[in-house]
């Protein structure tokens, strides 16, 4: 155990420390036993772009791409563990009358099932979700 003992005195009117008196050692024994040691990390980053405009008073457009990744290691384990996901978004009406919307999300994980040559798919990794709506307002 360490332990320092000051010695106060008065120097120009202050207290002050004119001294210190060590007790003990600050060692350690040469011997590090480590047992039942483990770890686990995880990286995430994230993402988010909007834009959004007005052209000619008529024309309203918005546009958001969406991004996010984890990955996460364990010890004992091989492979790390891995999530992937990107959406989009774009939206346009004029007049606040008349609409379209398209809308994707593209989410990977290798936990999904893996994607064969006979099912429809957009990239050997990605298995994509696409929506599109166009609509209109109708007033009474």
Same mark, same amino acid.
């Given at each position: &155990?360490? =332990?320092?003992?000051?010695v106060?005195?008065?120097?120009? /009117? %202050?207290?002050?420390?004119?001294?210190?008196?060590q007790? !003990?050692?600050?060692?350690?024994?040469?011997?590090?036993?480590?047992?039942?040691?483990?770890?686990?990390?995880?990286?995430?980053?994230?993402?988010?772009?909007?834009?959004?405009?007005?052209?000619?008073?008529?024309?309203?457009?918005?546009? &958001?791409? =969406?991004?996010?990744?984890?990955?996460?290691?364990?010890? /004992? %384990?091989?492979?790390?563990?891995?999530?992937?996901?990107? !959406?989009?978004?774009?939206?346009?009406?004029?007049q606040?009358?008349?609409?379209?919307?398209?809308?994707?999300?593209?989410?990977?994980?290798?936990?999904?099932?893996?994607?064969?040559?006979?099912?429809?798919?957009?990239?050997?990794?990605w298995?994509?979700?696409?929506?599109?709506?166009?609509?209109?307002?109708?007033?009474?």
């Amino acid at each position: &155990m360490l =332990l320092f003992s000051p010695v106060w005195s008065t120097y120009n /009117g %202050h207290d002050v420390i004119s001294s210190i008196t060590q007790y !003990g050692k600050d060692e350690k024994s040469a011997v590090e036993n480590i047992n039942n040691s483990a770890y686990r990390y995880t990286y995430n980053v994230s993402g988010q772009f909007d834009y959004q405009n007005t052209f000619n008073e008529d024309h309203n457009v918005f546009a &958001m791409v =969406l991004a996010n990744a984890w990955q996460t290691q364990r010890s /004992g %384990h091989y492979h790390r563990t891995t999530n992937a996901n990107l !959406g989009f978004q774009a939206s346009y009406n004029y007049q606040h009358k008349y609409y379209a919307d398209f809308s994707a999300a593209m989410p990977y994980s290798q936990n999904c099932p893996k994607v064969t040559a006979r099912h429809f798919h957009l990239q050997s990794l990605w298995d994509g979700i696409w929506q599109k709506k166009i609509s209109w307002e109708i007033q009474f």
